[in-house]
């Protein structure tokens, strides 16, 4: 699943691509996608179809493609989903769900194989539900002294913490694990009990987002970004997907265990309970 480095990947490739072009059609498959729910093509046309794309930005693991002053498209990847930026003769990649066609005769194409992404309009984009669900996101709006505030009001595990999509926007498995292992936090401490330790949470939770970003993101399934790179990433993680392998700070065997049904990789001395 694309986490947040692989979609601020895809921004920083599609923005410069799309800024400035104008849309003059939407097209869609006509296959429902995320939870089933047919996409409002009528609603993306209206925001779309003769707007100029002002830029394309991120919130969380959502991208925005704004057309105008508050409008635009919001885009979720899913599991599968991908998109390019191609010429309108060049055949569609199989599972395109929704294509905006560029003046010029570029298109950009939204695939999806297993459909858990979603496209969305918005009018405003501040309007869109997804959206006023997120909490901030942890490389422009979060604050230390903000996640020290959230922090001391939970008792979940600060893993399950930090993946709630409402408590901070964006982080996924991969991340939270090699924050966690920067910051020393072992993943089941109580989050009010790692309260004190915010500025050195929010440290380790850009830090292990930004080395993602320089290396254009984490392959771990068929990843592939918007200029058609493979990212590298997964290759300099530090815990993630290591269970054996000696911890790079202390030398101890990486631990896996399974919370929520998810896989969490930490360093038994690294981080103590
Ligand atoms: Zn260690």
């Known amino acids: 699943m694309p986490e947040l480095p692989e979609v601020e990947t895809i921004v920083r490739g599609l923005d410069p691509v799309l800024r400035g072009r104008r849309v003059e059609a939407v097209w869609g498959s006509g296959l429902p996608l995320h939870l089933n729910r047919a996409v409002d093509l009528r609603a993306l046309r209206a925001v779309a179809v003769a707007q100029t794309i002002r830029r394309v930005r991120r919130r969380g693991k959502y991208l925005l493609v704004e057309t105008g002053a508050t409008d635009g498209v919001v885009i979720h990847l899913g599991m599968t989903g991908r998109l390019r930026v191609q010429p309108a003769g060049a055949a569609r990649a199989p599972h395109t769900h929704v294509v905006l066609a560029l003046k010029g005769g570029d298109e950009l194409r ?13 009018r405003p984009l501040a309007a869109v539900a997804a959206l006023q669900a997120l909490g901030p996101d942890p490389l422009s709006e979060l604050d230390a002294p903000a996640l020290a505030a959230a922090l001391a009001t939970s008792r979940a595990p ?4 930090l993946l709630d999509q409402r408590r901070v926007a964006g982080l996924g498995n991969i991340y939270v694990a090699e924050a966690l292992f920067r910051a020393g936090v072992h ?3 109580p989050a009010r009990r790692v309260a004190r330790r915010a500025p050195a949470l929010l440290d380790a939770i850009r830090a292990s987002l930004e080395g993602g970003i320089a290396r254009r993101g984490t392959t771990l399934r068929d990843y592939v970004d918007a200029d058609g790179m493979q990212g590298d990433n997964a290759s300099a993680l530090l815990v993630y997907g290591r269970e054996g392998e000696p911890c790079p700070t202390c030398g101890a065997a990486i631990r896996r265990r399974v919370d929520a049904a998810r896989a969490t990789f930490f360093c038994p001395k690294c981080q103590r309970r």
Do not use: C, I
């Open 110 to 122: 939204f695939a999806d194989a297993r459909r858990f992404g979603w496209v969305e309009a918005g």
């Open 158 to 161: 600060v893993k399950a913490f």
């Open 187 to 189: 993943p089941a401490t």
